[in-house]
């Protein structure tokens, strides 16, 4: 077993992985005043450091961990295990690669570790960039939720931007930007109940399917959304066939 040990600004810290987040996690923790070596593209090439941090696609963590010479490690990953790591720091924000140090700043953190020990220098890390950093009891469903609120996201906003292009709109993103800003403010502050609005919550069954019948390519993700909403508009809202009301309309 690994000694204890605090965090401290010459703890020494390793980056593998010079991806997306590797370097801006290698940013801010520089700015934050670590003795930070990397972000190194491979982990034999990194010095033996009082931590290494695993930026790696979550498929290659069992073989970078095997690789570092570290006292401990860690990967960033809300889905794997702790089987082939001390602890976990899963940033939840989506990075590009391009953002500044401050990206760090207020967002959440869910953290882990074998041992309290562990579980302690994942909290002050995190902390030690600004995180709040928060457990959770099931890492797969935790990371389905952060794939609902970024990747799917990003996926039904592509379909809106099709659509609106196909519409004729000019500047789609621009012009659709304010709405999805202001529906995730209402959800934010109300839930999806309260803040839902549009034709499937006020009944408006033949808008629905005047909708529906426009949607071309994306009319798969139309139905599965259609129906899910549905679920969420709940009693205000009785159940409609939209196949039948469209062949009422043909
Ligand atoms: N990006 C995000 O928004 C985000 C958010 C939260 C958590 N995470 C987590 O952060 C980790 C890294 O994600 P990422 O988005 O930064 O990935 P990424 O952009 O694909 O970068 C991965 C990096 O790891 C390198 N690499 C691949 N296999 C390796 C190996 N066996 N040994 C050493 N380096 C290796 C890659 O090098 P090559 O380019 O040469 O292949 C690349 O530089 C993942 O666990 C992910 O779940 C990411």
């Given at each position: 077993m690994n000694p204890t040990f605090s965090l401290t600004p010459e703890t020494s810290i390793a980056i593998v992985g010079a991806g997306r987040l590797g370097g801006v996690l290698a940013r801010a923790l520089r700015a934050s005043g670590f003795d930070v070596r990397g972000?190194?593209?491979?982990?034999?090439e990194i010095p033996e450091t009082d931590i290494a941090i695993l930026a790696v696609p979550d498929a290659a963590i069992a073989d970078a961990a095997k690789s570092t010479k570290s006292t401990r490690t860690v990967h960033l990953s809300g889905?794997?295990?702790?089987d082939a790591v001390d602890f976990s720091i899963h940033p939840l924000q989506t990075f590009?690669?391009?953002?500044?140090?401050?990206?760090?700043?207020g967002i959440g953190a869910a953290i882990d570790g074998r041992t309290d020990d562990d579980k302690s220098l994942a909290r002050d890390l995190a902390r030690a960039l600004g995180m709040t950093p928060f457990t959770v009891t099931d890492r797969a469903a935790y990371h389905a939720a952060a794939s609902f609120a970024s990747n799917f996201v990003l996926t039904v906003l592509d379909a809106a931007e099709q659509l609106a292009t196909a519409a004729g709109v000019e500047n789609p993103r621009e012009v659709l930007a304010p709405l999805v800003r202001q529906s995730v403010d209402n959800w934010q502050h109300e839930g999806a109940a309260d803040a839902l609005t549009g034709p499937i919550v006020r009944g408006d069954e033949l808008t629905v399917a005047t909708q529906r019948a426009a949607t071309g390519a994306h009319r798969d993700l139309f139905d599965a959304l259609a129906t899910a909403t549905r679920r969420i508009a709940g009693p205000r809202n009785p159940e409609a066939d939209l196949h039948s009301l469209e062949k009422d309309r043909a």
């Open positions: 972000p190194s593209r491979r982990a034999d889905a794997t295990s702790l590009t690669g391009t953002e500044s140090p401050e990206v760090f700043h």
